[in-house]
């Protein structure tokens, strides 16, 4: 099929690449220049396992190319995905911009049927309005679906590949025939298409999002009052994730979630709600709980120092809001910069791929880098564990006792196991556990 991919931020070229790995043809459209050329010439704009060696093989295929033409983007497209930023406004709303202001454009320019297709993550009702927007201008026929993704950065290509269901929210018996043709090479009989109406799918992924952000913001509550109680949150973790009904995904505790998805989403199915006259308790309170965690480790580190962080100097293991992405959207560890740089402290940071990010950002003059963990350690008071990236769960304890001034760690991914960390002679604090003394 020819296929049309607007916007290539995570979704949108992952989507535009994986489809292309199956042998459509998919042309991807951004306005950003400098980002389409680089593209062009076969480098990756974000980090994400195994993207980049399919990227480069569709480019080399002819199946995977790039504009900044909107009109050339689409010609002959069969579908059309909208793969479009929808960054939440002061009061949590989705803004749509992005999505509308295409969608006007798209009418003016569509020369034969297509499905236009939502994949951005956009609210309840989203398809009727880019339905509308492109009718005001379009002489030709169209549809409009709803397909909302479901990846996991780190895992997104696999996701994509091998997904565990796909959502399509469509209303026209054409645009499901065609979208089931589309995925009918990536589903099975145990992970397959449920086509539904287009505001069912826009609630679907709302719901599923906030749902996982319940789930984690439950788990670290009760890591909380495990402290309180001389509890483990990991066997607590271990007793109840055993049950079918609730299931072991999404129950380690820690120090809150981040990232593109879980805080917009929540914020947007509030304003929803909202605006719908209908008060959303328990997500309010997701919200609460969530903020809160990630000033968790910050509070920790306060009390071990009796408030004085003037003149402190911490390491940071990890920047990404989890591993293996380079995304820093929402993260916790930027939570855990500001207060702590705030109060006079100094930050040497090591993250395998977010640093660049977060440079970027010029965040604080408290904050400094190094280009491997250990030597982030030298001289360090104190080291801090943000994010659970695999090289950091087997480090050589020795190496760390010697580069740290004092041998004591915050971590805040529970990444060590009590009692080896006991041997290693760490004072050691976490989340939900006894601190090791």
């Known amino acids: 099929m020819k296929i049309a991919v607007i916007g290539t931020g995570y979704v949108g070229l992952v989507t535009g690449t994986c489809f292309a790995e199956m042998g459509n043809t998919v042309t991807c459209v951004d306005i950003d220049e400098a980002k389409v050329s680089m593209m062009k010439k076969g480098r990756v704009p974000i980090y994400e396992p195994d993207l980049e060696n399919i990227f480069r093989r569709n480019i080399n295929e002819n199946r995977l190319s790039f504009t900044t033409s909107l009109e050339e983007g689409i010609e002959d497209a069969e579908i059309i995905f909208l793969a479009l930023p929808t960054p939440p406004g002061d009061d949590g709303s989705a803004d749509l911009s ?43 026929d169209f549809d409009v679906a709803s397909n909302p993704e479901f990846l996991k950065e780190g895992f997104a290509v696999s996701d994509f590949m091998k997904p565990d269901r796909v959502v399509i929210g469509a209303s026209s018996e054409k645009a499901r025939a065609l979208l089931g043709k589309l995925y009918s090479p990536f589903v099975t ?83 929803t709600a909202h605006q719908n006259n209908y008060d959303f308790k328990i997500l309010q309170a997701v919200s609460i709980v969530n903020n809160v965690q990630k000033q968790l480790l910050v509070t920790k580190i306060s009390n071990f ?106 971590d805040g991914r529970n990444l060590y196991d009590l009692e080896e960390i006991r041997k290693q002679g760490f004072y050691y604090e976490s989340v939900g556990r006894d601190v090791v003394a």
């Not at 380690?252 to 979630?257: P, V």
């Not at 560890?333 to 977060?358: Q, R």
């Not at 003059?365 to 090289?391: H, M, N, V």
Request: proline share 4%; glycine share 8%.
């Open 98 to 140: 992005f999505v509308l202001g295409v969608a006007e454009e798209l009418g003016k320019i569509l020369k034969q049927y297509t499905v236009i297709i939502d994949k951005s993550t956009v609210p309840v009702g989203t398809a009727e309005r880019v339905r509308e927007v492109v009718a005001k201008n379009a002489k030709v």
């Open 189 to 271: 009989a145990d992970n397959p298409i449920f086509f539904m109406d287009e505001r069912s799918a826009e609630m679907t992924k709302y719901a599923a999002n906030a749902f996982l952000a319940t789930k984690i913001s439950f788990m670290n509550e009760i890591a909380n009052l495990c402290e309180k109680l001389g509890a483990n949150v990991d066997a607590v973790r271990l007793g109840i994730g055993s049950d079918p009904r609730i299931g072991s995904r999404f129950l380690n505790s820690g120090i809150g979630y981040g990232g593109s998805c879980f805080p917009k989403d929540v914020m947007a199915l509030q304003h």
């Open 305 to 410: 120092y009796k408030g004085n962080l003037k003149g402190k100097k911490f390491a940071l293991w990890g920047l990404a809001f989890k591993p293996d992405t380079d995304d820093i959207r929402e993260a916790p560890s930027l939570e855990i910069i500001k207060a702590l740089t705030k109060a006079g402290a100094k930050i040497v940071a090591y993250d395998p791929e977010a640093m660049p990010s977060v440079k970027k950002h010029a965040m604080t003059d408290g904050l400094g880098f190094e280009e491997d963990q250990y030597s982030a350690l030298k001289g360090a008071d104190a080291l801090i564990i943000a994010t659970e990236w695999s090289e950091f769960k087997t480090p050589n304890f020795k190496t760390m006792k010697n580069a740290l001034k004092s041998p004591v760690i915050f």
